[in-house]
């Protein structure tokens, strides 16, 4: 099964750490956060991983091949000529997923998430896309029906709000920042290769089925600011 690691971000939330160290090689737990995202994946079968990378991506390639890797294959797609954000990183590796599904991992994600039951979930759904969602506090929030079928997003720091579809009591969910993508999203990816994921799984919800996948409960962090990885260590008694 193939799983890209988004880990080309500036990090510029987890300044001054960030000014010298991409945020994939921070350390939480004793690990960095690359480490832990590879392990997680590879450890629910995952055998084939592309990592992208831009901000000091030297660093982050070094560090791939310092390590034996057994069991799995990690390649890299290469972003250091511009960031492409989440979407045009996902369009800029997808020949390497040899039109399979793919499962999309930020490596700021730390979680006990069964991504095997949601991978059989995303299959089992037959939706051209599955987003982890859990019902928690977030400043934007993506807007399910009852089927839990993506029909917009509401972001509430800005006070805009996107809907698709229009339903009567829209669910409020946040996401978890793990999605699968099936194959046939690529005829959704726009002619320029900067753009958000957003905007694909925005224009594909209005005729196929983008899933969400409920894991509330679920343990779940965001490590996207040092009060974060504060609170990880707390947790863990590192």
């Avoid at 971000?9 to 987890?14: A, E, I, S």
């Avoid at 592309?50 to 290469?78: L, P, Y």
């Avoid at 511009?82 to 399979?100: C, I, R, S, V, Y």
């Avoid at 029909?151 to 809907?163: A, V």
Wanted: hydrophobic share 40%; proline share 4%.
């Amino acid at each position: 099964m193939k799983a890209l690691i988004l880990a080309a971000g500036k990090g510029t939330r987890l300044k001054p750490l960030t000014d010298h160290r991409p945020k994939a090689l921070l350390e939480v737990g004793r690990q960095t956060l690359l480490e832990r995202a590879i392990i997680k994946l590879k450890g629910e079968g995952f055998t084939d991983i592309i990592v992208n990378v831009h901000h000091m991506a030297e660093q982050i390639i070094d560090f791939i091949n310092s390590r034996k890797w057994e069991g799995i294959k990690i390649r890299i797609s290469d972003e250091s000529d511009g960031l492409l954000d989440t979407g045009g990183a996902l369009k800029k590796a997808w020949p390497m997923f040899e039109n399979q599904p793919v499962m999309v991992y930020n490596v700021d994600v730390a979680t006990a998430l069964n991504l095997r039951e949601m991978l059989k979930a995303h299959k089992a759904s037959g939706a051209i896309a599955t987003l982890a969602i859990s019902k928690r506090k977030s400043n934007r929030y993506l807007l399910f029906d009852e089927q839990f079928l993506l029909c917009g997003l509401r972001n509430n720091f800005e006070g805009k709000e996107d809907i698709r579809r229009k339903i009567n009591n829209p669910i409020e969910m946040a996401f978890s920042g793990i999605h699968i993508a099936n194959p046939e999203l690529v005829h959704y990816f726009p002619s320029n290769d900067v753009f958000s994921i957003w905007d694909v799984y925005l224009k594909a919800c209005i005729s196929l089925p983008v899933k969400g996948f409920d894991h509330s409960g679920t343990f779940w962090i965001d490590l996207g600011k040092p009060e974060d990885f504060k609170k990880f260590d707390e947790m863990f008694g590192v």
